[in-house]
């Protein structure tokens, strides 16, 4: 669906999302951007290709300015950028404009959108049941 929505084709190769597959288990983990505040992606790029949508909290590569370096590649710790080959830019996930069509079209519901302050509540409910366990385990 992310291929197709940005490139109209069925590509894998040329999806936002980076899938890493650990065929023993049988799972499949999705690599996403995950919207640093502090984007190393941006910061490295020498061509200021880029930039912070401040509406959506999001960062999005200006294609007409990115350069074909690599170097956001090289800077995401997540893996999440992508590069397209054949127009010699950078890529990754841009939400889709705020509706993103990944959500939209799962057929099993398993990827969700959440907002900043919504990822940040998860977050941090996941660090208070990972301390309220250390506590259970210690006493």
Aim: hydrophobic share 35%; net charge neutral; aromatic share 6%.
């Amino acid at each position: 669906v992310c291929s197709y929505t940005h490139e109209r084709l069925f590509r894998p190769s040329l999806s936002r999302i980076k899938i890493v597959s650990y065929h023993g288990e049988g799972v499949d983990v999705p690599i996403v951007c995950r919207q640093c505040t502090d984007a190393p992606c941006a910061k490295v790029c020498p061509a200021n290709a880029i930039v912070k949508d401040t509406d959506l909290e999001r960062w999005v590569i200006d294609e007409t300015r990115c350069i074909g370096c690599k170097l956001c590649i090289s800077a995401c710790v997540w893996g999440a950028m992508g590069f397209h080959s054949e127009r010699g830019v950078a890529i990754k996930c841009d939400l889709c404009n705020g509706d993103p069509q990944c959500v939209k079209r799962c057929p099993m519901n398993a990827i969700e959108y959440v907002t900043p302050d919504r990822f940040s509540l998860v977050e941090r409910r996941l660090v208070a049941d990972k301390l309220l366990a250390e506590t259970a385990i210690h006493e």
